[in-house]
């Protein structure tokens, strides 16, 4: 049985930062567990870089982040960045990490499934699918699949493909969220990847 990894929550806050991340501790393979918070670092660096808060001296950012799961050797989480530069509101960006605890190995969506399957399509018929039963308003209709390495994380049985602000939806909608399960994919999934490991 794999038991859940150990997570510390790291908080940083100076002038117009404070951030709050997660730091993996305690894991048997020592350069896993380095991968691991090297890669959420990393995602956390960019995503400040990315909000402008080098460049803009009004701009103010927010980070946290949310499990998703950690379980069965997977551990899925988002990190959130929240930035306000003045205007009428903040801007959001999301990213999904997605690492296999034994190896360190961080996931894109491809590796998720077999090499010799095609993910996008099936992918994008079931996202289309939601938006017409959700009925969501899309900027630019119609809906044009998914791409290739689309944001996603892993919770429990679900695979969740979402969007960031403005790119599909008005931003009143928020970050447009897809969850599929994995019996509706089964037969795509690589077995070995983290999304293998919850069936």
Known sequence: MEL????????????????YYPIVYGLPNKEAEQKINYE?????????????????????????????????????????????????HGMTIVKGLTFDVATGKKYSLRELFLPNKDYVKPLSDLVAKQIKERDIFLLDPPFKGISPNQDFYIADKVLVLFYQLYDLTPYAYGLPHFPISVYEIQPLINEQSPLGKMI
Do not use: C, W
Not at 5 to 18: A, C, F, S, T
Not at 44 to 68: C, H, S, W
């Open 4 to 19: 859940p990894v150990n997570i510390r929550v790291e908080h940083v806050k100076q002038k117009r930062m404070e951030l």
């Open 40 to 88: 959420i670092a990393a995602v956390m660096r960019k995503l400040i870089a990315d909000q402008g808060f080098y460049q803009n001296p009004q701009t103010e950012v927010t980070g946290t982040f949310e499990l998703k799961a950690n379980e069965r050797g997977v551990l899925s989480l988002t990190m959130i960045n929240y930035a306000y530069s003045g205007g009428a």
